[in-house]
């Protein structure tokens, strides 16, 4: 019983042995990663083209969540770039006016998100995000990076909102120049130089202040809030008509839960099935990454409830889909967040916020905001790892490729299942077509290496052919073929040597077929053998009376055994 | 120029050398393949739903279209049992009720599976085919023996026919026992028994007669013959209101194009590339098979000209979709089938047939036929195969038994499609978690071995781990999940070494997770080490300097020089 509650609730492990330590660390991870967090709720909130303040609700109660169900104790949840993404996109595409239609909406597909992703822990489908490839989730995030860019465009320039995708934000800016605003645009621009030059060279130009490395580090990370506050005092001091976030309600949010509406259930699940699917990829990636580096590990099935219950939160308090966030968690874990205690702190301090702070977020210019959304959006695109997989192999980065551009030319779901799709079947194709090489003796040893590759010596009476890949169904008819076509062109050959180092499983399509080359090459004079069989491999094999199908063949331990004793035979 | 023809018109290869031997051979084959071939024909054509002489016509031309486009020597194309019941049930899905529109739409058929077969051989697709495992495969043609022995339960019965499908056929008997007409059913009784027991103990029986083996074996396969010549003299003798197949058109099929119906043809595309996929793999294992005992070999791609040309003949002289049969194809194997010019002297024989003995062909009582058709049937069940895979690996079986069910329940299309998706499934699911063996030295070799499966020594600072498979996307996040979880165990660890003998490939996925691997162990004290890696892999692994990323990491040749110089080491 008690160990059952471990398993549903991991506080009961970190709790009962919390120290007075642990608690300094966790409230300075927790506010910093606070400090941290507001501006990006705010930011990823008009982002989902939502209000505000449902950003920070989105912050609050699901930090909470997580941190009673999940297990890394440095995930911070929240609201992040590519999920608002794709929430903007969902709700957008329900063409609701009423802006307390779309928050309802929002909320639902954050319920919704969790429950899939609860649904998932319970039939322990957590493997499916195995699924989708580094490729194809860095392409995701580049085009994904790229509609962010797009659709903040127009905040920038101070253009009101338009309808159409994110290229149509794109081909109507010269048509709108004449209807730039000014003020708005400068005010945009110097926020983003600002937040590129803090990004780019802020700590260093810290440390050159005679700040502490560590320290500097941290607070370069926190320039976010500076330029905004910066940007908001201009703006008030200028009220030149510049776009601002606007009232924020004051005081915590009131729990509800989402009113039953089924048809918009059924519209919103296919989007909270990618949603919960890519936020949990996303999570599990800067969860894990983060864990290797302090020598212990999470647990992905854990996530999926962590995450789950967190969406669930922010479902029931006015929030919209969240998901573990790359830049904050790498705060908590270089602060050095002991517990996940850090993430209650953090909302303890979104909670003062909101108690507190709200009339302040009314003044923050969004045009500084989109440029706090283009930053985050950039940091999405890893254009080493994406240069290194075009680099690297060819097939993954043609599925890099597609991904990215369906995405940019069709939309988030048929970029994702194009990419994955394509991946699957890459990889099939590929083991479909193994490496078989004819193998010979390396002179005076006992190696055996590809005659194409080395200088060995054969014979015309024995043939040794290594195939590197397990033997499935998929490219057993491969292998019969080239096998049929080394013999066809060896009219002396009279014994085959199959070597299997490198056949880690032979399933039952590959051993019919092995069985019908047996018979067939045996009509033909030629006797098949095996060699450097693996255990499980050899365990299964001896179920079937393998060895007795081989008739006069044998399973030879190595392939040097194997070419001495027929070499020698008659 | 001479290249391509030879290419496209394999018959150039062999008709420039062939001799008069070659002719005696082939001759004797064809004559005694028709003799297999006639009952064959009608009982395929009566199986499909449609008059007795297209069965005829669908062996006339399609034998010498093969002869002239496909590769293999004793390939007899025709009518067979799989695909006459997949045209059945096709033109079944209809609903036409005039004979002519039947014949017409099976026609039409035929023209799109040929089609499909062309197309797929211009496209390269012929690999499609790899897809679909033997499992799979047998589970189908179970099922299919199944549903074409109820087909023709109504038949032996002398009910008249029904609508609905092959389960209602049973259902209704019962029903129907007082219409069951006697001396059909006894008539169909005596052919099944004959039939079987002809199978079973013909040919010992003439040879115990003294006829010489080999011409016993051939001649027991001539029983179907004689039974339905024995069957029909017994009907005309009793004239007792049998069943007969009636009045068959004489003379030769007219030529025609089938009429550009498109609505017909959108419905019947997609069975039209099922009956391609399903006829091509048939034809192909069959090809192939025999080929092996000659020590030659067939071109799959080839393969998809001849039986899409044999199926475009078919279309166009009334017949209906063919594929290379298993009995009549091993049959002219057997013979000694020289050339393709065997199917032409077949196709010649039918001709006479045709054109001479049509009226004779209307005598055939239709239980006696049917009771040829169930033989087949029978025939098209694998038993030990399917056995020996489901003893053989549970995945294997779970496929076979799931493909088998599903086509009985739901239907064929349905079952294949569910048979190819679970097969792929599961090999990406066994793929995606590999075998992973810690593993120690054998004390005082050079050899390291599984230390649950061995008595070895290891140590407590440097660990060697092997994976057994290539590393890509779907298995790297296990792989990652299992090296932390192994290093989180152990407090002393320095080094950690991963052994790759077994891995075929690295991709950009398990590259990425790797190098994350490096830097997080790197953190924790622990240096990732490589050893065994295969040549192909190291070329890719050097392009993106992998050594340089390992840092302090080396990459070893072989697992005991990585072992015995980092325990040296401080």
Redesign the interface.
């Known amino acids: 019983m008690h160990r059952r509650w471990l398993r549903w609730l991991p506080l009961l492990r970190w709790l009962p042995s919390y120290q007075r330590e642990d608690f300094a660390r966790d409230l300075l991870a927790g506010v910093l990663v606070s400090v941290l967090l507001v501006p990006q709720a705010v930011a990823y909130a008009l982002l989902a083209g939502l209000p505000a303040h449902t950003g920070l609700y989105a912050a609050l109660l699901p930090l909470v969540a997580y941190a009673l169900f999940g297990s890394s104790p440095v995930l911070a949840v929240g609201p992040v770039a590519v999920i608002s993404l794709m929430t903007a996109a969902t709700i957008g595409s329900l063409g609701l006016e009423e802006p307390q239609l779309r928050v309802a909406a929002a909320a639902a597909l954050a319920v919704l998100t969790g429950a899939v992703l609860l649904a998932m822990a319970l039939l322990r489908l957590g493997?499916i995000?195995?699924?989708?490839?580094?490729?194809?989730l860095n392409g995701f995030l580049a085009a994904a990076a790229v509609l962010i860019m797009l659709s903040q465009v127009p905040v920038l320039f101070g253009l009101p909102p338009a309808d159409g995708g994110a290229w149509q934000q794109l081909i109507r800016l010269p048509v709108e120049v004449p209807r730039v605003h000014a003020p708005t645009m400068v005010l945009g621009a110097f926020s983003l130089v600002m937040l590129a030059l803090m990004s780019l060279y802020g700590a260093r130009l810290l440390v050159a202040c005679g700040t502490p490395e560590p320290a500097a580090r941290l607070l370069a990370q926190l320039a976010p809030l500076a330029v905004l506050v910066l940007a908001a005092l201009a703006a008030a001091h200028w009220s030149a008509g510049i776009a601002v976030v606007g009232s924020v309600p004051e005081g915590l949010p009131a729990l509800s839960l989402p009113a039953p509406d089924m048809a918009l259930w059924r519209q919103l699940l296919p989007a909270a099935v990618l949603i919960a699917l890519v936020g949990f990829v996303e999570s599990?990636s800067v969860a894990?990454?983060l864990?290797?580096?302090?020598?212990?590990?999470i647990e992905?099935e854990r996530e999926l409830i962590g995450t789950g219950a967190a969406n669930l939160a922010a479902g029931v308090s006015g929030g919209f889909p969240v998901a573990g966030g790359l830049s904050r968690s790498a705060l908590n874990f270089q602060v050095g967040a002991a517990t996940p205690l850090a993430g209650v702190v953090t909302a303890g301090c979104i909670a003062l916020v909101l108690l507190f702070l709200s009339p302040l977020l009314a003044w923050l210019p969004r045009a500084a905001v989109a440029a706090v959304i283009v930053m985050a959006a950039a940091s999405l695109v890893d254009w080493r790892?994406m240069l290194?997989?075009w680099?690297?192999?060819r097939?993954?980065?043609l599925c890099m490729a597609v991904t990215l551009v369906t995405v940019l030319a069709v939309g988030i779901e048929a970029g994702i299942l194009a990419g994955a799709g394509l991946?699957?079947a890459l990889?099939?194709?590929?083991?479909?077509r193994?490496?078989i090489a004819v193998v010979g003796r390396v002179p005076g040893t006992e190696h055996y290496r590809?005659i194409r590759?080395h200088e060995v010596q054969t014979s015309a009476r024995v043939l040794a052919v290594r195939v590197?890949?397990?033997l499935?169904?998929?490219?057993?008819?491969?292998l019969?073929?080239r096998l049929?076509?080394e013999?066809?062109a060896r009219p002396d050959l009279q014994h085959l040597v199959l070597v299997c180092?490198?056949v880690?499983?032979i399933?039952?399509?590959a051993?019919?077929?092995l069985t019908?080359?047996t018979?067939?090459?045996a009509?033909?004079?030629?006797t098949l053998h095996l060699a450097e069989v693996?255990?499980?491999v050899m365990d299964?094999l001896q179920?079937?009376d393998f060895a007795g199908t081989l008739g006069k063949g044998r399973i030879f331990l190595s392939t040097h055994s194997a070419m001495q004793s027929l070499e020698r035979s008659d």
Do not use: C, M
């Open positions: 493997v995000v195995r699924f989708i490839s580094h490729p194809v599990v894990q990454a864990a290797a580096r302090r020598r212990s590990r992905p790892a290194a997989a680099r690297y192999n097939a993954d980065g991946s699957l990889f099939l194709w590929r083991t479909s193994p490496h590809n590759r590197d890949e397990s499935y169904f998929a490219n057993t008819r491969f019969e073929d049929l076509s013999v066809a180092s490198a880690n499983d399933d039952a399509s051993l019919e077929t019908r080359l018979y067939g090459l009509d033909a004079g030629v693996k255990g499980p299964r179920r079937v």
